[in-house]
């Protein structure tokens, strides 16, 4: 059951570092990770204090990336306390348990939480108004809370927040059920673009990343890791690496097997003084590796495996979603759609590369990272140092900005790595990892295939569908066995596929895993969107109509689609399908949006071309629309469109850097991300051979939010799925060449 009590009654509250309020509400958030089920449902984990100056701290507990979350949680409760802007400050939680899950991850952080988030600031506004009610011997009626005072309305009398923090202590919080939260109409923050609020400290370089991490007698460690997953260090000959000047130890890690988790793969540490010593001191490191127990891992050959997915998809497969009988009906080869779609693997090429710093004092040790899952890394830390869950408190774990995550920094790898480290040197050390050593030992995007097969009638509707899908599962990180991926991952825009079919199947294939599978911005809806969004192109080719027409064709008249309609277990993800329907009048609008905002169906010039698609992710719906041109066997993507639908737009700046940044993702993605394997071992290094966007390839880019009172959906993730395909269908209306084979620079100059 969720509380939120007035702390300062209490007189414990620590806030994180910061000096506490006088007056301090906190709040049992529901939690989502297992890591929470043993806590006290009271417990509280997120709070909000005012001081005697009116400065208003809120605790937040989730990871800043980018994405801007440690402002727009704090804006969503000033909004509610009718704070001033101004006097509002976050502090960084650092790793506890009681937070449950801090994993900064799904578009979540806000999606899940809004209202109960809100209830904390509208039950301090409340308390505050009683307070000067209190004060003046009037009714609570009779006062408003207002840009951080509290006015008598008749008189215009005002108190200050900062005033009134020390009587509103001294109240009881009222039932969260009673207090009024604000129409979407009186919104003072939310849907306004504040101030971001570690703005000053980037652009001023005083922000903390973790690759700034200083501390007294510290050393530096780059590691050489096995070139295969699994395998160990079979001998190593550091005796050249020890004469490099600054390099202090050279230090084999432990040996790990399959099933790695989320923990660091074996490896060769050399320590120094400084960073250029510690590489000069790798580069010297002669070692031998074990490859027993990872034979066939050894042989892995990504251009192979991508043949062997797509041919397992033209195959049946195992059946989870449905709707009559599709295998009974003779398709009409005339009339009949059938494509198999690849995206190979892909990396998270975060700029930051991953760096992690830590301390060991017998059973305490303290970290510095910049990690999307503090809480979890803290479980690790502890299972590494041997502590018990109650030890776990022993461990100080502080969460620095990140340059970029993606996915990649909710692994805790690295920062077991120095933790490891530290205990053996009985030193600081600073775990850093290279460019090289990022592309080549991380967690890939898994390769995929997706399978299609469609009939079109005379006047472009589709009855039939067949649809099926292969890629390794992330489950395999934890499970050798696991060879498919689970509902929650195939719910991710496969089984949930929103078109009004009368005959549909969407299949499964079982395949095995031999690098480390992870999430990666979009997830599985990055392969899934790219299929199905070119495939409703080729639908609208056969059709000789639109794919703006196909797309509303398929989706069918305007409905909130049930969950189980398809028979298959959707999770939605982990939203509540009242609050976030599946509606087809949303997507429709949308994708009619975005094509009247880019003038898709204009006339253009030979060899150019507009495409578009559409994917609904993460509770929120996303379209978009790229143009380009390809003269000379050079596609350059001119002009992208996003339009997006996330309910509530809390900040929309930030929703606008969240699209533009998913466009630039999407175009690396689309254009050149690639990662091969050849006998075992990734083939690329560093950005010469896995590009990311540069600036001479970026196009024109517009942002088309829609303006909406529904309760927010996710922002993160949900605008890279419709890049892909759209840029890919532009292609071919360009010249009539299909991109079914992810990425376009394998058939074109980019």
């Known amino acids: 059951m969720q509380t939120i009590e007035n702390v300062s009654r209490r007189r414990f509250i620590k806030l994180a570092g910061a000096s506490a309020g006088i007056f301090t509400l906190g709040i049992n958030l529901p939690l989502q990770a297992n890591t929470a089920k043993s806590l006290s449902s009271h417990e509280l984990n997120f709070f909000v204090s005012i001081n005697n100056q009116g400065k208003v701290d809120i605790i937040c507990h989730r990871s800043e990336m980018g994405q801007g979350i440690r402002t727009s949680v704090p804006q969503i409760i000033a909004d509610e306390l009718e704070a001033n802007w101004d006097m509002v400050s976050v502090v960084q939680a650092k790793a506890d348990a009681k937070y449950g899950s801090q994993g900064t991850a799904g578009s979540a952080s806000i999606r899940s939480h809004f209202n109960t988030i809100r209830q904390m600031g509208a039950i301090a506004r409340d308390m505050l108004e009683q307070a000067a009610a209190n004060i003046w011997q009037v009714n609570k009626s009779d006062v408003k809370a207002e840009n951080h005072f509290v006015i008598h309305k008749s008189?215009?009398?005002?108190?200050?927040?900062?005033?009134?923090?020390?009587?509103?202590?001294?109240?009881?919080?009222?039932?969260?059920?009673?207090?009024?939260?604000?129409?979407?109409?009186?919104?003072?923050?939310?849907?306004?673009?504040v101030k971001q609020t570690d703005l000053a400290d980037i652009v001023q370089g005083k922000a903390q990343y973790a690759q700034d991490i200083q501390r007294p007698n510290m050393l530096i460690a780059v590691i050489t890791r096995p070139p295969v997953v699994g395998a160990k260090v079979k001998s190593f000959d550091a005796t050249q690496a020890l004469k490099v000047k600054g390099v202090v130890d050279v230090i084999s890690l432990k040996p790990r097997s399959i099933p790695l988790g989320v923990n660091p793969?074996?490896?060769?540490?050399?320590?120094?003084?400084?960073?250029?010593?510690?590489?000069?001191?790798?580069?010297?490191?002669?070692?031998?590796?074990?490859?027993?127990?990872?034979?066939?891992?050894?042989?892995?050959?990504?251009?192979?495996?991508?043949?062997?997915?797509?041919?397992?998809?033209?195959?049946?497969?195992?059946?989870?979603?449905?709707?009559?009988?599709?295998?009974?009906?003779?398709?009409?080869?005339?009339?009949?759609?059938?494509?198999?779609?690849?995206?190979?693997?892909?990396?998270?090429?975060?700029?930051?590369?991953?760096?992690?710093?830590?301390?060991?004092h017998g059973d305490k040790c303290t970290v510095w990272a910049g990690t999307q899952n503090p809480q979890w890394a803290q479980g690790l830390v502890a299972q590494e140092l041997g502590l018990t869950r109650e030890q776990s408190a022993n461990i100080e774990l502080n969460v620095t900005l990140m340059g970029g995550a993606f996915g990649r920094k909710s692994k805790g790898d690295f920062i077991i790595e120095a933790v490891e480290l530290a205990k053996a040197s009985k030193r600081p050390v600073k775990v850093i990892w290279s460019r090289e050593d990022d592309i080549r030992h991380g967690f890939?995007?898994?390769?995929?295939?997706?399978?299609?097969?469609?009939?079109?009638?005379?006047?472009?509707?589709?009855d039939y569908l067949i649809a099926r899908n292969a890629y390794p599962p992330i489950g395999w990180l934890w499970n050798p066995d696991a060879k498919e991926p689970s509902d929650s991952q195939l719910s991710l825009g496969f089984a949930d596929m929103p078109f009004a079919l009368k005959h549909l199947s969407i299949e499964k294939h079982k395949v095995d895993s031999f690098v480390r599978p992870g999430w990666l911005r979009s997830v599985a809806c990055i392969n899934n969107g790219f299929a199905l969004g070119s495939f409703v192109d080729e639908l609208a080719v056969k059709a000789n109509i639109s794919t703006q027409s196909m797309w509303l064709n398929l989706l069918g008249k305007d409905r909130h689609i049930k969950a189980d309609e398809n028979h298959f277990n959707y999770t939605n993800y982990d939203l509540d399908i009242k609050e976030h329907p599946i509606d087809t009048k949303r997507m429709k609008d949308l994708i009619n949006l975005v094509c009247t905002k880019a003038n898709t169906n204009a006339d253009l010039p030979k060899n150019h071309g507009w495409g578009i698609s559409f994917l609904r992710s993460f509770g929120s719906f996303v379209a978009a629309a790229s143009k380009v041109s390809v003269i000379d066997n050079k596609v350059t993507v001119l002009e992208m469109h996003t339009a997006v639908d996330c309910g509530i737009a809390v900040t929309p700046d930030r929703v606008k850097a969240q699209m533009e940044g998913a466009m630039i993702f999407g175009l690396s993605i689309a254009l050149m991300g690639e990662i091969s394997v050849k006998d075992g071992s990734v083939v690329q290094s560093n950005f010469h051979d896995y590009p990311v966007t540069r600036i001479s390839q970026a196009p024109e880019m517009h942002v088309h939010i829609v303006e909406s009172s529904a309760p927010p959906g996710g922002i993160g993730e949900p605008g890279v799925p419709p890049i892909a395909p759209s840029i890919t269908n532009a292609i071919y209306h360009a010249c009539n060449t299909r991109i079914r084979d992810l990425p376009v620079n394998k058939v074109f100059e980019v």
């Open 444 to 462: 890939y995007h898994s390769s995929s295939a997706n399978y299609f097969k469609a009939e079109v009638d005379n006047n472009g509707q589709v």
């Open 155 to 193: 008189t215009q009398q005002k108190i200050a927040f900062g005033e009134l923090a020390k009587h509103a202590a001294k109240l009881t919080p009222p039932d969260k059920n009673t207090v009024t939260l604000k129409h979407h109409s009186d919104f003072s923050l939310i849907g306004k673009n």
């Open 265 to 360: 793969l074996s490896g060769v540490a050399v320590l120094a003084n400084n960073t250029w010593a510690a590489l000069q001191g790798k580069k010297q490191l002669i070692i031998e590796w074990d490859y027993q127990g990872v034979e066939q891992s050894q042989k892995h050959d990504s251009e192979k495996f991508t043949a062997q997915l797509k041919a397992q998809v033209n195959s049946k497969g195992e059946q989870i979603a449905y709707q009559g009988d599709v295998y009974q009906h003779k398709f009409n080869e005339n009339n009949t759609v059938e494509a198999t779609y690849s995206v190979p693997y892909l990396h998270h090429a975060p700029m930051e590369t991953p760096a992690a710093t830590a301390e060991v």
